[in-house]
């Protein structure tokens, strides 16, 4: 019997510091993973934690805003003065003569202009939105000191003039000892400085 001798196949040694098998992560690797999930977790956690009332105060405080730059543009749009009414509870966006004939001065006193809700033959456009029972709105006037708290007897006034131009006026939210506080811009009835308080 004849056995032809075959050369074997030699597998070369490995090269300084590389190994044939690579089974599992390196420590380092485990390292910058469990960094990772900890900085995703902490950051879940952190808008989970967001102040309920800084939530509230900004969702009201942005409803307030639109509703201001509605109540700019239907001015323009239609060339009538519009309005927006500072309820307990709520604010409502109505036509400037149908507006609360509680008050017809400006802060200082000057007349309003406009008609009478008697003499208005359409009734416009109306919007209303509620004010979260656990907030206390108050109103500043321009060139005022003093903030005033909307009741049925004094329901404050906001003009919107059809040449785009409204008071600017200033709208503070307070929530237990939380507070949001916006003064508008009378060219653009958007808010020109804010300030917000949550704890």
């Known amino acids: 019997m004849h056995l032809s001798l075959q050369p074997k196949h030699r597998v070369p040694p490995p090269l300084?510091?590389?190994s044939h098998l690579k089974k599992g992560f390196t420590l380092i690797e485990i390292v910058i993973v469990l960094l990772v999930i900890g900085v995703i977790?902490?950051?879940?956690?952190?808008?989970?934690m967001i102040n309920d009332s800084e939530r509230t105060l900004t969702t009201q405080s942005g409803e307030i805003e639109l509703l201001a730059k509605k109540a700019r543009t239907v001015a323009i749009l239609n060339q009538k003065p519009y309005a927006i009414e500072f309820h307990p509870g709520s604010v409502k966006l109505v036509p400037f003569t149908q507006s609360s004939?509680?008050?017809?001065?400006?802060?200082?006193g000057n007349e309003i202009g406009g008609t009478s809700s008697e003499s208005s033959q359409?009734?416009?456009?109306?919007e209303t939105i509620n004010i979260d029972p656990d907030i206390q709105l108050?109103?500043?006037?321009?060139?005022?000191?003093?903030?005033l708290i909307p009741d049925e007897k004094n329901v404050p006034v906001?003009?919107?003039?059809?040449d785009g131009l409204c008071?600017?006026?200033?709208?503070?939210?307070?929530?237990?000892?939380?507070?949001?506080?916006?003064?508008?811009?009378?060219?653009?009835?958007?808010?020109?400085?804010?300030?917000?308080?949550?704890?």
């Open 16 to 18: 300084r510091g590389e």
């Open 41 to 48: 977790t902490a950051g879940v956690i952190a808008s989970l």
């Open 101 to 108: 004939n509680n008050e017809r001065t400006t802060a200082q």
């Open 122 to 126: 359409h009734t416009g456009i109306q």
């Open 138 to 147: 108050t109103i500043r006037h321009w060139n005022t000191e003093k903030f």
């Open 158 to 162: 906001w003009r919107f003039d059809p």
């Open 167 to 199: 008071e600017p006026i200033t709208v503070r939210l307070v929530m237990e000892k939380s507070y949001a506080q916006d003064t508008y811009h009378p060219l653009t009835a958007t808010i020109a400085d804010s300030e917000l308080e949550a704890y």
